[in-house]
């Protein structure tokens, strides 16, 4: 058995019992899996209910994780840990009091924006950025109280360093690269990885090929050369995993995510008229079995064990176990 | 400190922190509250949130208890439990999905049916009783597997004798007194009683005036020989008290509890045109206070103090230390 867990900060897959294996030989003891992108929060109680139906049909490869102790029993019964998230606040729609209610039914992150303007803060797409709105203040203070993880990948850099230091607890980028690696409006300026890294949160790294450099074609040695780049200028503690992976999803899906029902307009979002669906996985990162190639590259780009440990699970498992505990 | 707690297994107070004192005063360590009578899923919800703000604000007197172990800690620090209850299927609509939800929300108890037909089972005020439907038979095992209590308080004969039977766990009457004393559409007969008793359920006595013998006027010496008759030919351990109390609520609530939303109509139900509102409680039984009056009335007519600790919650605390927990 490794030392540490293993943990992938984001996944939206297709769900289905060959993922949940895949996710077993890749080595996953936890995923932080997406619940909304722009469901309200009736509809987001049905995805609730079909993972219900997956935990009980799929239970001798997945639990519902709602805290790390719940990862602990996943590695101890050889199963993977379903954290649930939020892409957008939607679930909670105009009111502060559904997030105890999201608390109750597992909810452990939320995105105070999606790619646009929220209710709480400004996404990464909108041209003016206009940081924390009065109600999102008040959510930072409530999720800070609850234990709900503020996560800002898909926010605007103001938002995003507004809500680093407004909150009390440290936040999360769960899916994102720096943008001097690669520039791309969901990557992330070297200001807004100081504000969360430096208040004691964290960054995940996306395998999403839009946010890779030379994007399907990205090499593991490029993707880990800039691993190692971000660890020295902010610390190997810091970083993480959060690969963005969206297996076996047909290109509906991804237009889904970017137009929802905010437009009737076509919108490619980081893809374009001539690439408008997903776009290919490297090859060297299709699927959950592409993991433990992840930890290889690591080590060949000059990570310990240690550093390699924590960069592939140790370090979201250690900050886990603060942030969804309540105040 | 007593030796058992005290329990009240049906209220429907106007809450309240005069009301949570009142509680207190009274010695309760546990109250099964109505969090819906005609609600939706999401209109639940907010009952739900509204409940949550309490625990914050009187946080000192009341506490949200999820199992008996959070009555223990109750006990301990000198407040009330308050367990989730509802009094009709309506917060799961058509979707058996939405059990576990609830359970994860803390809902404890529900009604297959309040006095009319449900998707579930049929009413106490039907003509006909059907029986438990096709759905009723799948919400009946859902319940037994999620550890959330069958309550048949307000449905028909058959309805219970049928879930007494169809259920792998035992049931309950959480607030109905014997029709053998007082004969009404909401009272219990001896068929009814034996079924859920001796399948190992439970029944709560009402004080509620129209399930009391002479109404308003009942004697506190006329309902604890009632309930001593009553233990004498079901046993003192199978019996406790769910006082159906509504204290401080207007007489526009008594209306909308019987007729909701499903007809246009008046509609007395246990009431009248001349006296459609509330009736007043007996005088030896107004509000919370008075709970200690009735272990007195009860030594009165010749239970032990063993047998009053059990019929004044002890009994429902065994009870629910089994029924409360998932299969």
Redesign the interface.
């Known amino acids: 058995m490794i030392d540490r867990p293993r943990i992938d900060a984001l996944q939206y897959c297709n769900w289905s019992r060959p993922v949940f294996e895949q996710m077993r030989e890749g080595g996953l003891d936890a995923v932080h899996v997406t619940i909304a992108y722009h469901e309200s ?2 509809e987001t ?2 995805n ?2 079909a993972w ?2 997956m935990f009980e049909r799929h239970g001798d490869l997945i639990l519902h994780a709602r805290d790390v102790s719940d990862i602990d029993r996943a590695r101890e019964t050889g199963r993977t840990g379903i954290l649930f998230g939020f892409q957008n606040p939607s679930p909670i729609e105009d ?1 502060i ?2 997030l ?2 999201w608390r ?3 909810a452990r992150v939320m995105q105070l924006t999606y790619n646009n303007q929220s209710l709480l803060a400004s996404g990464c797409y909108e041209d003016d950025d206009t940081g924390l709105t009065r109600m999102g203040r008040e959510v930072v203070a409530e999720m800070n109280r609850l234990g709900i993880l503020i996560d800002m990948s898909h926010s605007g850099d103001r938002s995003t360093i507004e809500a680093a230091e407004h909150s009390t607890r440290p936040i999360a980028i769960t899916h994102a690269n720096p943008a001097a690696w690669h520039p791309a409006l969901r990557n992330k300026s070297d200001d807004v990885i100081r504000a969360v890294t430096g208040a004691g949160g964290m960054l995940g790294f996306s395998l999403y090929p839009h946010h890779l450099k030379d994007g399907s074609d990205c090499t593991l040695e490029s993707f880990c050369e800039m691993v190692a780049r971000t660890a020295e200028a902010y610390g190997a503690d810091r970083l993480g995993i959060g690969s963005d992976l969206c297996q076996g999803q047909p290109d509906s899906v991804v237009e889904w995510m970017r137009t929802g029902r905010w437009t009737k307009a076509v919108d490619y979002g980081e893809g374009s008229a001539d690439a408008p669906g997903f776009p290919p996985q490297p090859d060297w990162f299709t699927d959950n079995r592409d993991f433990p190639g992840l930890a290889t590259g690591l080590r060949a780009v000059g990570f310990s064990e240690q550093e390699v440990d924590g960069l592939m699970g140790g370090n979201w498992y250690r900050f886990w176990a603060d942030a969804l505990v309540p105040a």
């Open positions: 929060f009736r109680v049905l609730v209910e219900h139906r009111d009091g559904l105890q209610v109750d039914l597992g």
